[in-house]
């Protein structure tokens, strides 16, 4: 019981976890897509030598 009313009135402060994961989760996402689309246009669309 005493752990569980201490608990309850800590202060919350691993919400704060989900900023930076949600960030680099987005970061990740964007950067497979702008992979995916550049890896692609580069075999549609390939240099010309002249």
């Known amino acids: 019981m005493f752990l569980a009313a201490e608990a309850s009135m800590s202060p919350v402060w691993h919400f ?3 900023v930076p994961i949600a ?3 987005i ?4 950067a497979v897509i702008a992979g ?6 580069r075999t549609r669309y390939p ?4």
């Open 16 to 18: 704060w976890l989900a």
């Open 23 to 25: 960030l680099g989760a």
């Open 27 to 30: 970061a990740a996402l964007i």
């Open 36 to 41: 995916y689309v550049i890896s692609v246009s």
């Open 47 to 50: 240099k010309s030598d002249t």
